[in-house]
């Protein structure tokens, strides 16, 4: 659960937990006691060190951060394991298109492209009218 310790991220390794899921969670240091609390079997602080060296062959894993940490996740992941992400984005915010480690690109109006690269398949999105996607890819 990558983000393990903001709110999103605490849903999440909660969830993960109850669902009978172990997980490992990356977050701040001063998160580490509340992020195991929630029940993450690894909380790994990210500002001492990095989470792939600590796991890897991993079914799933769930971002709620973007950007390296996204592209980094992909190195964890065993084949036919899934990226979740899930990413909050503002249309029109200016005239760059929002790149997702070559997955995904999201235009200024909100449309997506690219939907298959890097030997991963996006197999479903949502886009609700908070301007949230959900995305899911499947690593082949």
């Known amino acids: ?16 937990k109850s669902l009978g899921a172990g997980g490992a969670a990356p977050c701040r240091g001063a998160n580490l006691d509340t992020v195991r609390g ?18 890897s062959g991993l079914d799933l894993v769930f971002d709620t951060v973007g950007g390296e940490v996204h592209r980094r996740s992909q190195q964890v992941l065993k084949p036919g394991g899934r990226l979740v992400i899930i990413d909050f984005y503002k249309k029109k915010r200016g005239p760059e298109d929002k790149d997702m480690s070559g997955h995904i690109r999201i235009d200024r109006d909100g449309v997506i492209h690219e939907v298959e690269s890097n030997g991963y398949k996006l197999i479903s999105h949502h886009d609700h ?8 890819f499947h690593k082949k």
């Open 1 to 16: 659960i990558q983000g393990g310790g903001g709110g999103v991220g605490r849903l999440g390794t909660h969830s993960a």
């Open 38 to 55: 929630l029940g993450a079997d690894l909380a790994i602080d990210y500002t001492a060190e990095d989470f792939t060296t600590r796991v």
């Open 129 to 136: 009218t908070t301007n949230t996607y959900v995305l899911v």
